[in-house]
C-alpha cells in the first residue's frame, strides 16, 4: 500500500525547520531535559521564553514544539487567539483530540459553559431583592459571580438591571438562584468561577494522556498579552493541588516580551529554566547567512550592519540571496521595497505585498487578495508561508510587525487606489463568508458565536481600510452592539479601531480608537457607550439600544437613578424596546420601588405576553410585596406556559406557604424537586413547610441536604441554626450562626439569633453584643429587640429591659389603613434574611 503523500502544511513546516538556524544552547537545553526523569532535581517542569519583538521567540517555540513531538511528547499551543483560561483550555483539548486523545468530560464542561454562560436571564430574574446594605464580603464575592457571568448585560436585560452591589445583599441567593436553573452545582460553578470546574476536568484528562506518551508539553505563546489572564491559573495548576494533580511528566513552555513576575514565581527558580532571547550572536547569523548560500564578506558584513543581528530581519534579508552590498535592502522602514525588488519572480513580489493587507492568512484568504494562474496558488502560498517573516498561529499565518508594518505603508504611499481596491475586495470576500456561516444560524445567535465574530471582525477592518469614513458607522454600530456582550467581546473591537488608524493612516478612525481605548480602559462599557453616545450624530440606528445597554452598565455600577434616566431615553427613541422596560423593573427593585417595578412590568408583559420569563418575574415581585392571590394566579400562568422550570414550581409553592395553603405548597415544593433533586432553595423552603408543621426531623433533613449542596450558603446556615435552637441544641446552632456571620459579617439575623442561643446557654454577655449588634445593623428588629429585653433583665438591667419592650411594643402596632396600603417592609417579613417577630 502506497504511503499517503505529506500535506501542504507538513512540507511548508518541514521546509521552515529545515531553515532553522541558531538558539542551540536553548534548544539543548530543551531538548536534553527530556533525558532527565521528572524525579531528577535538574528537571525543568517549565521554561521561560522572553525578549524583544523581532529576536524569534515563536520560532523558536515552534521549534521546541518539534524537538518535543520528536521524544514521543503529546503538545498542545495556544496564543493570542485564546482571551480567556477556558478559551485556552477548548484550544488545548482540540489539540489533543487532533493527536488521538479527546477530552471527551472537558469538552462536555466546555460546552455547558458555554451554553450556561447565555441562561443567566431566569437566573437574575429570580433574584429577590433585600432592603439593607450588603455587606463588604457579600459584595466582593458577588463582583467576583458577575465576572462569571461576564459582567455582561447581553447574557439577558435581567442581569445587566443589576449592579453588583444590589446582587450583593444575598450571594447565597445567586447560588439558589442558579441552582433554580441549572441543573447542578458543577453548572452553578461553571457559571460562577468557570475554573473552579474545568481545571480539575483537564488535569484528569491530562493524567490519563499522559498513561498514553512519555511526555506531555504545553505552549503558551504571545504571554505578554495572555500571562495577565494565563499566569495566576498556571501558577496554581503547577504549584498547589488545589484542582487536582499534575502528571509529572508534564512540562511547560510559555514565551513573551517579558520576564516572570519574581513575586509569583520567585520562590520556585529549582524549577524554572529562564531563556531570555537577544539578537543573534555574530557566529549565529553568520551560519544562517551562510545557509542560505550568502557568504560575500562585504555582503554579510552589510547584513550584520543593518540587522543588528535581529533574527527575524537577518532572516528575511538571506532569504533575497544579496551577491554585493549595494543589493542588501535595509528590511526596516520604507526600505522594504528595497527587499523585494531582489525577489525576481514579480508574482511572488505581488503576492508578498498583497498578502501583507490581512491580519491574518489562511489559503481562501490568500485566493481572495492574490491575482494568479490557479495552477499556481499551492506552489506560491507554500512559498509565501515559508517566508522567514511568516509565523503559524494555529490555523492561521501571520506576518511579523517588523515586516508587515512597513509593507502597509509602502503600499498605502505608493499605490492608494491599488491600496482600496484590495481592501474593498478582501471585505467582500468576508462579507460573503460572514452571511453563508449566517445561514446556519438564528440572528440572535450572531454574536455568540466566535468564528462568525472574527468574521465581522476582518471584514470591518477591511472596509475600514478601503474607506474609513464611509465605514466608520458600521463599525460604531458593531461597538455599540459589543457592548451589550460585555468586555470579552468588546475588546478586539476598540482595539480593531486603533489598529485601523494605525494601518490606514486614517485620522477619524485614529480619533475614535484613541477615545474608546481610554474610555474602555478608565470606565469600562458604560464610558464606552458614553462616548458613543456624546459623538452621536442623533439619527444612528444603535442609539436606542446603546441608552439601554448603558443603563444596564450604570445599574451594575450602583447608580440606579441614573440607569432609569437612560432606560426611560432609550424608550423615546423605541417605544417598544422591551429590554429597557425590564432594566427599569430591576432598577426600580433595587430601589426598592416595587410598585413601580410592577407597573414596567405591566409593559413588558403587554410587548411580549407569552415569555415565561415576564410572567414569573410579575409572579416573583407579587409575592415579594405579600399579595400571594395575584403571585399564584401569574405563576399558574406561567407554569402553563413552561411546565419545567423547577423555580416557578418552587416560587408558587413558597407563596401558598405564605397563604398557609400547606398541602398544596408541599404539593409544589416536591414537584420543584423531582424537576431538579438538587435544588438547595426548594429544599429550604420546605424546610419552612416542615416548621409550619412542627415536623422537626424532616425540617433539619432539608436543611442539611440543602446545605450538603450549598456549604457557603449564610441564609441556609442561620435558617439550619434556627431549627438546632428551637430543638434546645444551641451549642451545634452556633457552629452553623458562626459559619453564617464568616460568610457575611453583617448579617443581623444570625447576629440575632446567635444572640438567643448564646442566652439560652447562659453567656449573656456575649449574647448581649450580638443582640446589639444586630438592632445596630436594623434597628427596628422587634423580635431582637424582645430578646436583648429578656437578657437586660437577667444581667438586672431593668430600665434598659422596660425600653427594649416599649420600643417592640410600639413598633409591632398594627398599621393605619392608609399605612396597609403601602408597602411597609412585607419584603423583610418574606425574606430570608429575617426571621419572624416570635420565635414559633
Known amino acids: 500500500m502506497a504511503q499517503a503523500r505529506p500535506s501542504m502544511q507538513e512540507l511548508i513546516r518541514q521546509r521552515r525547520r529545515a531553515g532553522f538556524v541558531g538558539r542551540g544552547a536553548e534548544r539543548s537545553a530543551f531538548r536534553q531535559n527530556f533525558d532527565l526523569p521528572p524525579e531528577d532535581e535538574r528537571h525543568r517542569f517549565l521554561f521561560h521564553v522572553h525578549g524583544n519583538a523581532g529576536v524569534g521567540k515563536t520560532f523558536l517555540v515552534r521549534e521546541l514544539e518539534q524537538l518535543a513531538r520528536e521524544k514521543g511528547a503529546l503538545t498542545a499551543y495556544v496564543d493570542e487567539a485564546a482571551g480567556s483560561v477556558s478559551e485556552a483550555m477548548a484550544a488545548i483539548s482540540r489539540q489533543f483530540a487532533a493527536q488521538g486523545h479527546k477530552f471527551k468530560e472537558l469538552e462536555r464542561l466546555l460546552a455547558v459553559h458555554r451554553e450556561r454562560r447565555h441562561e443567566a436571564e431566569a437566573v437574575v430574574a429570580a433574584l429577590e431583592p433585600e432592603p439593607r446594605a450588603p455587606s463588604a464580603g457579600s459584595t466582593a464575592a458577588m463582583r467576583a459571580g458577575l465576572v462569571g457571568l461576564g459582567m455582561v448585560p447581553g447574557v439577558g436585560a435581567f442581569a445587566g438591571a443589576l449592579d453588583a452591589a444590589q446582587l450583593a445583599q444575598g450571594a447565597d441567593r445567586l447560588r439558589a438562584g442558579l441552582s433554580s436553573r441549572f441543573r447542578s452545582q458543577d453548572d452553578v460553578q461553571l457559571v460562577l468561577s468557570p475554573e473552579r470546574v474545568l481545571t480539575p476536568a483537564l488535569l484528569t484528562e491530562l493524567s490519563d494522556a499522559a498513561s498514553a506518551a512519555p511526555w506531555t508539553v504545553l505552549f503558551f505563546d504571545t504571554y505578554e498579552r495572555t500571562g495577565p489572564f494565563l499566569d495566576g491559573w498556571l501558577h496554581e495548576v503547577m504549584t498547589t493541588d488545589r484542582h487536582g494533580t499534575l502528571p509529572a511528566t508534564v512540562v511547560v513552555v510559555t514565551a513573551g516580551q517579558h520576564s516572570f513576575d519574581t513575586t509569583r514565581w520567585g520562590g520556585f527558580a529549582d524549577f524554572v529554566a529562564d531563556m531570555p532571547l537577544g539578537s543573534f550572536t555574530e557566529a549565529e547569523a553568520r551560519s544562517l547567512l551562510s545557509d542560505k548560500g550568502v557568504r560575500h564578506e562585504p555582503v554579510v558584513a552589510e547584513v550584520l550592519r543593518l540587522t543588528g543581528g535581529l533574527p527575524v530581519l537577518v532572516s528575511t534579508l538571506a532569504e533575497t540571496h544579496p551577491a554585493e552590498p549595494a543589493d542588501v535592502g535595509d528590511p526596516s522602514g520604507t526600505a522594504v521595497e528595497r527587499f523585494l525588488k531582489w525577489e525576481p519572480d514579480q508574482l511572488r513580489r505581488a503576492a508578498a505585498l498583497a498578502c501583507a493587507l490581512p491580519r491574518t492568512l489562511d489559503a481562501d484568504v490568500f485566493r481572495a487578495v492574490v491575482d494568479c494562474p490557479e495552477e499556481q496558488f499551492d506552489e506560491l502560498y507554500a512559498w509565501l508561508t515559508g517566508m522567514p517573516f511568516v509565523s503559524e498561529r494555529g490555523s492561521r499565518m501571520l506576518y511579523h510587525d517588523l515586516v508587515r508594518v512597513p509593507m502597509l505603508r509602502l503600499q498605502r504611499r505608493q499605490s492608494p487606489r491599488r491600496w482600496t481596491e484590495l481592501h474593498r475586495r478582501i471585505a467582500e470576500a468576508f462579507t460573503r463568508w460572514r452571511e453563508q456561516a449566517e445561514a446556519d444560524l438564528d440572528p440572535s445567535e450572531f454574536w455568540k458565536e466566535a468564528d462568525w465574530r472574527e468574521l465581522r471582525l476582518a471584514e470591518s477592518y477591511h472596509s475600514l481600510c478601503a474607506g474609513p469614513r464611509a465605514a466608520i458607522p458600521m463599525a460604531l ?364
Not at 592 to 614: F, H, I, M, Q
Not at 616 to 627: D, M, T, V
Request: charged share 35%; net charge negative.
Open 477 to 840: 454600530t458593531d461597538i455599540a452592539t459589543a457592548c451589550d456582550h460585555g468586555d470579552d467581546i468588546l475588546r478586539p473591537w476598540v482595539r480593531l479601531l486603533d489598529e485601523v488608524g494605525e494601518d490606514a493612516d486614517a485620522a477619524v478612525v485614529r480619533m475614535w480608537g484613541e477615545g474608546l481605548a481610554e474610555a474602555h480602559a478608565t470606565g469600562g462599557v458604560a464610558e464606552v457607550l458614553r462616548l458613543l453616545l456624546s459623538r452621536a450624530r442623533g439619527d444612528e440606528e444603535w442609539l436606542a439600544i446603546a441608552r439601554a445597554a448603558r443603563g444596564d452598565a450604570l445599574a451594575r455600577a450602583g447608580d440606579h437613578d441614573t440607569a432609569l434616566a437612560e432606560y426611560d431615553r432609550a424608550l423615546r427613541l423605541d417605544l417598544g424596546l422591551v429590554r429597557a422596560y425590564r432594566g427599569k423593573v430591576l432598577a426600580r427593585s433595587a430601589l426598592g420601588d416595587y410598585r413601580g417595578a410592577l407597573d414596567d412590568l405591566r409593559r413588558v408583559l403587554e410587548l411580549e405576553p407569552d415569555n415565561p420569563y415576564n410572567v414569573f418575574l410579575r409572579g416573583e415581585h407579587q409575592r415579594i410585596l405579600g399579595r400571594y392571590d395575584e403571585a399564584i394566579r401569574d405563576l399558574d400562568r406561567g407554569i402553563r406556559l413552561d411546565p419545567n422550570q423547577e423555580f416557578a414550581w418552587a416560587s408558587r409553592g413558597a407563596a401558598r406557604l405564605g397563604l398557609g395553603e400547606l398541602d398544596d405548597a408541599l404539593a409544589d415544593l416536591d414537584h420543584a424537586l423531582e424537576l431538579k433533586p438538587d435544588y438547595a432553595w426548594a429544599l429550604a423552603r420546605r424546610a419552612r413547610l416542615w416548621r409550619a408543621r412542627g415536623d422537626r426531623a424532616r425540617q433539619l433533613a432539608d436543611l442539611d441536604r440543602a446545605l450538603a449542596l450549598q456549604p457557603d450558603w449564610a441564609w441556609g446556615r442561620c435558617e439550619r441554626g434556627d431549627a438546632l435552637r428551637r430543638a434546645a441544641r444551641d451549642e451545634e446552632a452556633l457552629v452553623d450562626y458562626d459559619r453564617a456571620l464568616a460568610l457575611d459579617p453583617e448579617y443581623a439575623s444570625a447576629y440575632a439569633s446567635r444572640g438567643a442561643s448564646l442566652s439560652k446557654l447562659g453567656r449573656y454577655e456575649e449574647a448581649l453584643a450580638d443582640l446589639d449588634r444586630a438592632l445596630e445593623l436594623n434597628p427596628s428588629y422587634v423580635w431582637a429587640l424582645e430578646r436583648r429585653a429578656t437578657v437586660h433583665r437577667r444581667l438586672g438591667m431593668d430600665d434598659r429591659a422596660l425600653a427594649d419592650e416599649r420600643l417592640a411594643a410600639r413598633l409591632s402596632e398594627p398599621a393605619t389603613a392608609n399605612q396597609s396600603n403601602a408597602f411597609n417592609g412585607d419584603v423583610r417579613m418574606d425574606s430570608p434574611r429575617t426571621p419572624p417577630t416570635t420565635d414559633p
